[in-house]
């Protein structure tokens, strides 16, 4: 239901000069003699939802941890909302607090409460006072579908709750821009529709994703773009109905076939 | 077997006298002692090289077997028990007379470090057959183990670094003093200067160590320790003032071995009246102190009677 | 048995005490040196690292009695005025510290890097993440070797007072007692039941911290 309202929505936004907020010029990087990312091109507008798709190895996460700063880059650019990624310290910390990140293995923080674990950032990196950033918690909470486990700890939870405290707690501090990192690769499968259902609520929102995911359903539903890495290139790049009927390349098609018939 | 116990019997006895007669006949020393060597001469004074065998039963016996002698002495008091860094060997007055012990066995000697507080324990536990280790005779001791007569008198000294301005026990107070854990000057030092903070450590190297570096005021002990002390480091003196303590050496062994403590007396007087004792005294502390010293004429006995008193 | 304590509980006390106390001060010493360094240790700059590497490896390699020959004999003979008690704490606690440094070390590294990632992505510093994400982890899992640290260090305080620093503990005043009465095996039991005492409330102590602070996973 959601997804149809959601490319309505698209077509009545679809501006061809959508506002780029990331842009990636000519990026590459390598680990040692491995060359992960060949001469990346890639421009990201504002509001945008991209999925990355691509085989194990073909360097999604490396592009997508490059966009936070997490991987440094080793030649081109790469800015987000016109500001430098390859910066350091205090600057790079200020940058990353605008740019929300979703990890495959949650890394919610195991000492602190739920509640705690999405007040911290809001209250210590932009100075939020506590009662606004319990009430901001306790909304967002609510949003993503457990308000009743602000007091409870992360190894209480489930895997599927976990990672929607992950995503809230990216959210408290009101990104431009969220990451995520696989986000359900390491769900069991019944939990995976909840967290999927999260993404998909925020996308519709209007927030600009970059998801980096082996669920070409939700891909398929719900993102404006498809860009596919082979071998640290993007061999493919397009909405997501062209991309899954009838993409360009061989490669892309291949992988195309595989999902189709798994 | 019999005669052989019968020949050992007189010839304890007639040492044993011989060394009373030493004792209390001073002027007639030299016709005492030898009369009692020409009566016992045949077995007594062994030739040149050829030690007396002692029935396997007592200590000496037991030693010989072995064909050594275990000696604890101090390693690090010069010049009674000291390491000698050039060529390794032990030496000193004590070993000096170790060796007159153990060739009167006709064995030879090794020898353990014994410091203050494991003399005792070492003759408990047969680590030592012997104790020549600056040992002083008091009246606990003599509760634990045995002891052969006096074979050296030592006076308590006080040592400080020259300009310490200490004047006598009195001195003392307020001040901190090092000594042996285990020696006799831990209960001297508590009696007679109260006031004095006492610094205990194990050897009497250390002492030296720490009056050298400042970390003490002053080391006390027995004069001849100290005067070791001195010739290594002369920037040291003894205080001025009387003595604190008079200080018997005695060889310790094992409580309530007679026979092994008459043979050891015997050794002793022999070693006194040869002159081996006036040449040890001079080779080690006579040519340093340019004193002179007559070898010990008290016994066990004696000492332990004026200790008392 | 029991008499030879009566009889002598001033001096057996009075090193027990001062056995406490050496071993507290070191203690501190130990954890604020041992923190220093181990943060040395998990600086990414290169030099930095290999400095408290350095470190790590000196005191760990060095006898603890050559350290107190060192801090004491050594450091008054070129003209500090170095006292006893500064002395063996200043041995047993940087003896110590390499130690403590090493346990904090592999703490903050058994902490996994997603939780740095997840740190730094929020918008904290690297100074920030180690101290709000990391090190409080980190400090988790270091409790029980803390405390097998602290058990080795109340034996080490024995070697203090036998070496040249004699500082009057107990096992001095065993030995102490032991040459005023010759009553051997009773005077070093005693110390023993001591140091015994000391080891027990320590694991006591650590067990209840490491309950009290355990992260579930």
């Known amino acids: 239901m959601l997804y149809g309202r959601r490319i309505e929505l698209k077509k009545s936004l679809t501006d061809p000069e959508r506002t780029p907020l990331i842009e990636l010029r000519g990026v590459t990087k390598a680990f040692g003699d491995n060359v992960v990312l060949r001469d990346i091109d890639l421009t990201i507008g504002t509001g945008e939802a991209i999925v990355v798709a691509g085989i194990s190895g073909s360097g999604k996460s490396t592009m997508l941890r490059c966009i936070n700063g997490l991987e440094t880059i080793d030649g081109g650019s790469l800015t987000?909302?016109?500001?430098?990624?390859?910066?350091?310290?205090?600057?790079?910390?200020?940058?990353?607090a605008d740019i929300g990140m979703v990890f495959q293995q949650f890394n919610l923080f195991p000492h602190m409460t739920v509640e705690r674990n999405i007040t911290l950032a809001p209250m210590k990196v932009k100075g939020v006072d506590e009662k606004a950033a319990k009430q901001r918690a306790k909304e967002l909470l609510e949003r993503v579908g457990i308000p009743e486990?602000?007091?409870?700890?992360?190894?209480?939870?489930?895997?599927?709750?976990?990672?929607?405290?992950?995503?809230?707690?990216?959210?408290?501090?009101?990104?431009?821009?969220?990451?995520?990192?696989?986000?359900t690769s390491a769900l069991d499968p019944e939990m995976i529709r909840e967290v999927l259902d999260v993404m998909r609520d925020l996308a519709n929102s209007g927030m600009t994703m970059v998801v980096v995911t082996h669920e070409m359903g939700f891909a398929r539903e719900v993102c404006d773009r498809i860009v596919f890495l082979d071998g640290g290139e993007i061999v493919e790049e397009g909405p997501p109905e062209e991309f899954f009927t009838a993409a360009r390349s061989a490669r892309a098609r291949e992988f195309v076939d595989k999902i189709i018939h798994h | 077997m019999k005669s052989r116990w019968f020949t050992t019997a007189c010839t304890v006895t007639v040492l044993a006298l011989a060394g009373a007669g030493c004792g209390s006949d001073d002027g007639d020393d030299g016709?005492?002692?030898?009369?009692?060597?020409?009566?016992?001469?045949?077995?007594?004074?062994?030739?040149?090289?050829?030690?007396?065998?002692?029935?396997?039963?007592?200590?000496?016996?037991?030693?010989?077997?072995?064909?050594?002698?275990?000696?604890?002495?101090?390693?690090?008091?010069?010049?009674?028990?000291?390491?000698?860094?050039?060529?390794d060997q032990i030496e000193g007055f004590d070993i000096d007379f170790g060796k007159a012990v153990a060739d009167a066995l006709g064995v030879k000697p090794t020898?353990?470090?014994?410091?203050?507080?494991?003399?005792?324990?070492?003759?408990?536990?047969?680590?030592?057959?012997?104790?020549?280790?600056?040992m002083t005779i008091n009246a606990e001791r003599v509760k634990e183990i045995g002891f052969t007569n006096p074979y050296f008198i030592a006076k308590g000294r006080i040592l400080q670094k020259k300009g310490g301005g200490i004047t006598g026990v009195d001195g003392l107070a307020g001040k901190t003093v090092c000594t042996a854990l285990g020696s006799t000057y831990e209960e001297t030092l508590k009696k007679q200067a109260p006031k004095a903070k006492l610094q205990l450590v194990d050897t009497y190297s250390e002492c030296l160590e720490l009056i050298q570096n400042g970390a003490v005021d002053a080391v006390s002990t027995d004069d001849v320790i100290l005067t070791g002390m001195i010739i290594q480091d002369d920037s040291l003196e003894l205080v001025e003032g009387e003595a604190l303590t008079t200080e018997p050496y005695g060889g310790g062994l094992k409580k309530g071995d007679t026979a092994y403590t008459e043979f050891l007396n015997g050794v002793l007087d022999k070693y006194k009246s040869d002159g081996r004792w006036a040449t040890a005294y001079e080779k080690w502390l006579g040519q340093y102190t340019g004193e002179k010293q007559e070898p010990p004429t008290e016994t066990l006995d004696s000492v332990l009677a004026a200790a008392a008193g | 048995m029991f008499e030879l304590f009566s009889d002598n509980s001033d001096q057996f006390?009075?090193?027990?005490?001062?056995?406490?106390?050496?071993?507290?001060?070191?203690?501190?010493?130990?954890?604020?040196?041992?923190?220093?360094?181990?943060?040395?240790?998990?600086?990414?700059?290169k030099w930095v690292n290999r400095a408290g590497g350095v470190y790590v490896e000196i005191f760990r390699d060095t006898p603890l009695l050559v350290l107190l020959f060192i801090a004491y004999p050594g450091l008054r003979r070129s003209g500090v005025e170095?006292?006893?008690?500064?002395?063996?704490?200043?041995?047993?606690?940087?003896?110590?510290?390499?130690?403590?440094?090493?346990?904090?070390?592999?703490?903050?590294?058994?902490?996994?890097?997603?939780?740095?990632?997840?740190?730094?992505?929020?918008?904290?510093?690297?100074?920030?993440?180690?101290?709000?994400?990391?090190?409080?982890?980190?400090?988790?899992?270091?409790?029980?070797?803390?405390?097998?640290?602290?058990?080795?260090?109340?034996?080490?305080?024995?070697?203090?007072?036998?070496?040249?620093?004699?500082?009057?503990?107990?096992?001095?005043?065993?030995?102490?007692?032991?040459?005023?009465?010759?009553?051997?095996?009773?005077?070093?039991?005693?110390?023993?039941?001591?140091?015994?005492?000391?080891?027990?409330t320590v694991t006591i102590i650590f067990r209840s911290l490491e309950s009290r602070y355990a992260v579930r996973r």
């Open chain 2, 111 to 134: 020898y353990v470090e014994a410091i203050s507080d494991n003399r005792i324990p070492f003759i408990k536990d047969g680590t030592a057959d012997l104790i020549l280790s600056t």
């Open chain 3, 13 to 45: 006390l009075s090193g027990l005490w001062v056995t406490t106390r050496l071993v507290a001060a070191s203690f501190l010493v130990a954890v604020v040196l041992g923190t220093l360094i181990a943060a040395l240790r998990v600086a990414p700059n």
């Open chain 3, 82 to 200: 170095i006292g006893a008690w500064t002395a063996g704490i200043a041995a047993l606690g940087v003896y110590t510290s390499a130690y403590v440094a090493e346990v904090l070390r592999s703490g903050v590294f058994a902490v996994a890097r997603g939780q740095a990632e997840a740190g730094l992505s929020l918008g904290f510093t690297q100074p920030q993440v180690m101290r709000r994400i990391v090190l409080p982890q980190a400090a988790r899992t270091v409790i029980g070797p803390l405390g097998s640290i602290t058990i080795a260090m109340i034996k080490n305080s024995a070697i203090v007072g036998a070496s040249i620093v004699a500082l009057p503990d107990l096992l001095k005043e065993a030995r102490i007692v032991n040459s005023n009465t010759f009553q051997t095996e009773e005077s070093f039991l005693w110390a023993a039941v001591g140091y015994l005492l000391l080891t027990i």
């Open chain 2, 31 to 87: 016709g005492t002692t030898s009369a009692a060597s020409t009566g016992a001469s045949s077995t007594a004074a062994p030739a040149a090289g050829a030690a007396e065998k002692f029935p396997a039963s007592t200590t000496m016996g037991k030693i010989q077997a072995r064909g050594e002698i275990k000696i604890g002495v101090k390693y690090d008091v010069p010049p009674f028990g000291f390491k000698n860094p050039r060529n």
């Open chain 1, 149 to 183: 486990k602000a007091s409870a700890y992360p190894a209480d939870l489930s895997g599927g709750q976990q990672q929607r405290v992950a995503i809230a707690r990216a959210l408290a501090m009101d990104p431009q821009l969220m990451l995520f990192d696989e986000p």
């Open chain 1, 80 to 96: 987000v909302g016109g500001r430098r990624v390859d910066v350091t310290g205090k600057e790079l910390a200020s940058l990353r």
